[in-house]
């Protein structure tokens, strides 16, 4: 089992448009019938789903109809006619330089069938029933059993994380060390870089060597330091527990920046929790707890003179294969659906435990941001927050921005494939 956590399969294959218990008054959500539908043989690599096993592909002889076939231990796998017919990496097949297809095979005939498979050196020659030919690499059918992310597992951490992700701004002008930072940032949802230069406008740059700036409504960057008119906490004095920022953007900011410029006061500490920890313990807990937050929708809304955001979705985020991936975590922001009052007991149990877990110290990391340090996270995955401060004391400054949650991912695969794994 990954560190993330999995949900079981009937919950992820529970509508998400509307929850109701069985005993409820309300109407029941429309069920997917899915019985007659297997589940995928091979699995998404997000978290070493697939168990490493010696595998290959045999072509099976001496059967009426030809079969290429995985084999893993024991067991065979047959590979669909369709399934094969469509990795085809011929030239008339697949562009070369980009891998896009030149055929479109949600066209090819819904009976294809295998005419002939041989061996040919270390390659397979295989014939369709719609007179296409050609040669398969077996490594390349293999590769492609596994639906690969090809980025490392995220690895869960509490307060007693160590080492820290934490990296020298000057350090990271390095690809190298890049590599490490982004890798790093992939396992554990978050880095600390230190050293960085405080002009005022710093954290684009900053950002740029990690991904594109994610303008919004706030600008390309937005300014956090106290304000008596402003328009969200966040401009406050005030503590602000774990949650993720704008749950009401659809699609949220997947990552956050948060610049130090200047910090002279002795409060406004930083806080960084790992919402995939704090899930794996409500999991264990209370695994109804954790399923109703994974399937009621929850509605958060932001409103100024010129913008009105809003957005629907389960606090617990779970992506297309049933792992967790974060959450929508903001209780200034969220509205929970219409419920009987015995449903909305039950999830607000769920949520309160949840909460709690969340500012538990055994799961949270507290430290002071000082000028020119940076803190970078997931904001779906790690929750952020502050202790309150008095601004009478002296001035707190930072800046924050927010670059999408798919750049890093990509950089570690460029980065990968330009300094090869023995880089780490
Ligand atoms: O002041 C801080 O440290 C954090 C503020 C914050 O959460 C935000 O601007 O998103
Ligand atoms: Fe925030």
């Known amino acids: 089992m990954s560190t993330a956590a999995v949900l079981t399969?009937?919950?992820?294959?529970?509508?998400?448009?509307?929850?109701?218990d069985p005993q409820s008054d309300l109407?029941?959500?429309?069920?997917?019938?899915?019985?007659?539908?297997?589940?995928?043989?091979?699995?998404?690599?997000?978290?070493s789903a697939m168990p490493v096993t010696a595998r290959a592909i045999h072509v099976l002889a001496g059967v009426a109809v030809p079969q290429v076939v995985l084999r893993d231990g024991a067991a065979d796998t047959v590979l669909p006619a369709l399934w094969l017919r469509a990795?085809?990496?011929?030239?008339?097949?697949?562009?070369?330089?980009?891998?896009q297809r030149l055929m479109n095979p949600h066209l090819l005939p819904d009976d294809l069938t295998l005419l002939g498979a041989r061996l040919e050196g270390n390659g397979l020659f295989l014939t369709f029933?719609?007179?296409?030919?050609?040669?398969?690499?077996?490594?390349?059918?293999?590769?492609?059993?596994?639906?690969?992310?090809?980025?490392?597992?995220?690895?869960?951490?509490?307060?007693?994380?160590?080492?820290?992700?934490?990296?020298?701004?000057?350090?990271?002008?390095?690809?190298?060390?890049?590599?490490?930072?982004?890798?790093?940032?992939?396992?554990?949802?978050?880095?600390?870089?230190?050293?960085?230069?405080?002009?005022?406008?710093?954290?684009?740059?900053?950002?740029?060597?990690?991904?594109?700036?994610?303008?919004?409504?706030?600008?390309?960057?937005?300014?956090?330091?106290?304000?008596?008119?402003?328009?969200?906490?966040?401009?406050?004095?005030?503590?602000?527990?774990?949650?993720?920022?704008?749950?009401?953007?659809?699609?949220?900011?997947?990552?956050?920046?948060?610049?130090?410029?200047?910090?002279?006061?002795?409060?406004?500490?930083s806080t960084l929790v790992d919402s995939l920890a704090v899930a794996q313990q409500l999991q264990q807990e209370d695994p109804q707890g954790f399923r109703l937050l994974a399937t009621v929708p929850v509605r958060f809304e932001y409103r100024d003179a010129d913008t009105c955001l809003v957005s629907v979705q389960p606090m617990i985020e779970v992506d297309g294969m049933g792992v967790m991936v974060g959450v929508f975590y903001s209780p200034r922001l969220d509205d929970i659906p219409l419920m009987s009052e015995h449903d909305t007991r039950a999830y607000h149990r769920a949520r309160k435990r949840f909460g709690s877990l969340l500012s538990d110290a055994?799961?949270?990391?507290?430290?002071?941001?000082?000028?020119?340090?940076?803190?970078?996270?997931?904001?779906?995955?790690?929750?952020?927050?502050?202790?309150?401060?008095?601004?009478?004391?002296?001035?707190?400054?930072?800046?924050?921005?927010?670059?999408?949650?798919?750049?890093?991912?990509?950089?570690?695969?460029?980065?990968?494939?330009?300094?090869?794994?023995?880089?780490?």
């Open 9 to 20: 399969e009937s919950a992820v294959l529970e509508p998400m448009a509307a929850w109701s």
């Open 27 to 47: 109407p029941a959500p429309r069920v997917v019938a899915v019985e007659d539908f297997d589940l995928p043989l091979a699995h998404v690599n997000h978290a």
């Open 87 to 99: 990795r085809s990496n011929d030239p008339t097949q697949r562009d070369a330089i980009t891998g």
């Open 129 to 269: 029933s719609d007179g296409f030919s050609g040669n398969f690499d077996p490594q390349e059918l293999l590769d492609g059993a596994v639906l690969d992310e090809a980025c490392p597992a995220p690895q869960s951490w509490r307060c007693d994380l160590s080492p820290q992700p934490v990296y020298q701004w000057d350090a990271l002008q390095d690809d190298a060390v890049l590599y490490r930072a982004v890798k790093d940032y992939v396992e554990r949802g978050f880095l600390l870089i230190h050293g960085t230069p405080t002009k005022p406008d710093s954290i684009l740059s900053i950002a740029r060597r990690f991904g594109y700036v994610r303008e919004t409504n706030f600008g390309a960057y937005f300014e956090v330091y106290s304000r008596p008119d402003s328009t969200d906490l966040a401009y406050r004095p005030v503590a602000l527990g774990p949650h993720t920022d704008n749950p009401y953007r659809n699609p949220v900011p997947g990552i956050q920046l948060l610049h130090c410029l200047q910090n002279e006061t002795s409060g406004g500490l």
């Open 362 to 424: 055994q799961f949270e990391l507290r430290f002071r941001l000082e000028p020119g340090q940076l803190m970078m996270f997931d904001n779906n995955r790690v929750l952020h927050g502050r202790t309150s401060f008095d601004p009478t004391q002296g001035h707190r400054q930072l800046q924050g921005c927010y670059i999408d949650r798919d750049s890093p991912r990509s950089l570690y695969r460029v980065l990968s494939r330009r300094l090869g794994p023995q880089a780490i």
